[in-house]
T-cell receptor, first 118, second 113 residues
Framework: DTAVSQTPKYLVTQMGNDKSIKCEQN?????MYWYKQDSKKFLKIMFSYNNKELIINETVPNRFSPKSPDKAHLNLHINSLELGDSAVYFC?????????????????FGQGTRLTVV | GQQLNQSPQSMFIQEGEDVSMNCTSSSIFNTWLWYKQEPGEGPVLLIA?????ELTSNGRLTAQFGITRKDSFLNISASIPSDVGIYFC?????????????FGTGTRLTIIP
């Protein structure tokens, strides 16, 4: 009954390859995210989708392309992998809560995919 | 881009001690969240704060939303071995929702036997 699940957990691949990471959430949330955590553990948002629509696209190389077939799934495809892409990628989901004049986000994370490019 | 600075960067404490950490921002937020990440796992939400001055507890954890809206604090009382991990703060400024969370630099907690 995992809430946010991503596969694979580990991915080792050679430079220049194309790879995909899949994410699914069963929380009924409207919004899903991809975050990248570097070797210093810094978490940075890459993309956010709300009801299959891209709403946040940080400065990420074009080689990264997210795809959301439905609001419960958000996949990340990476073309022409580079050494610097090695990191842990986290999928997350959230449901917005609204109070007068304010929106609030509580994001729930998957276990992460450790990508190693060699 | 905007950064949240957490301090201390790391802590080495003995079991049973209390822990305090904080998070400061250069701009205001209207939501503060605290997460814990254990090795090989994703961050897990511990406490959510929505109002300046708010003090919220979750078991031995207590977090506060700073009055200036530019900082937040997390305290852990009577630490135990399972408290080990990296603690992240995250802030959001959103009027209509769907605004991104900005994460802090993390505080790594180690418990000395």
């Amino acid at each position: 009954d995992t809430a946010v699940s991503q596969t694979p957990k580990y991915l080792v691949t050679q430079m220049g390859n194309d790879k995909s990471i899949k994410c699914e959430q069963n929380l009924g949330h409207d919004t899903m995210y991809w975050y990248k955590q570097d070797s210093k553990k810094f978490l940075k948002i890459m993309f956010s989708y709300n009801n299959k629509e891209l709403i946040i696209n940080e400065t990420v190389p074009n080689r990264f392309s997210p795809k959301s077939p439905d609001k419960a799934h958000l996949n990340l495809h990476i073309n022409s992998l580079e050494l610097g892409d090695s990191a842990v990628y986290f999928c997350a989901s959230s449901q917005e809560y609204f109070r007068p004049g304010q929106g609030h986000t509580e994001a729930f994370f998957g276990q992460g995919t450790r990508l190693t490019v060699v | 881009g905007q950064q949240l600075n957490q301090s201390p960067q790391s802590m080495f404490i003995q079991e049973g001690e209390d822990v305090s950490m904080n998070c400061t921002s250069s701009s205001i937020f209207n939501t503060w969240l605290w997460y814990k990440q254990e090795p090989g796992e994703g961050p897990v939400l511990l406490i959510a704060l929505y109002k300046a001055g708010e003090l919220t507890s979750n078991g031995r954890l207590t977090a506060q939303f700073g009055i200036t809206r530019k900082d937040s604090f997390l305290n852990i009382s009577a630490s135990i071995p399972s408290d080990v991990g990296i603690y992240f703060c995250a802030g959001q400024l959103s009027n209509f929702g769907n605004e991104k969370l900005t994460f802090g630099t993390g505080t790594r907690l180690t418990i000395i036997p």
